[in-house]
């Protein structure tokens, strides 16, 4: 059974600097693409970012490109989201999701729980 568990939300202010995990299980890690998508209220969810499997490429939602920074840890099964100068549009629900597929922002087939991130003004 796959897992992806988030983790890493909070409160934090306008400008600061958060980091999300999302631990995996059940996954071959290693052989798939991981990305993060985020869900705002009363919103669509969004694409964020993604890596492929060897983490050698990367690509970014425009609402977060040079802000935000994806990297994984295949030994650890882990994915990160680093994310800087954060805004309060960027408050939402952040989901990971994985594929075995290459990665586009509409073709993950699992899913984690999610973590909420809110960027107070």
């Known amino acids: 059974q796959v897992r992806l568990v988030e983790s890493g939300g909070g409160l934090v202010q306008a400008g600061d600097s958060l980091r999300l995990s999302c631990a995996t299980s059940g996954l071959i890690f290693g052989g798939s693409d991981i990305g993060w998508f985020r869900q705002a209220p009363g919103k669509e969810r969004e694409f964020v970012a993604a890596?492929?499997?060897?983490?050698?490429?990367?690509f970014y939602g425009d609402s977060v490109k040079g802000r935000f920074s994806i990297s994984r840890d295949n030994a650890k099964a882990t994915v990160y989201l680093q994310m800087s100068n954060l805004k309060p549009d960027d408050t939402a629900i952040y989901y990971c999701?994985?594929?075995?597929?290459?990665?586009?922002?509409?073709?993950?087939?699992?899913w984690g729980q999610g973590t909420q991130v809110t960027v107070s003004s």
């Open positions: 890596s492929s499997w060897k983490g050698d490429f990367t």
């Open positions: 999701a994985a594929t075995y597929k290459a990665a586009t922002p509409t073709n993950f087939d699992y």
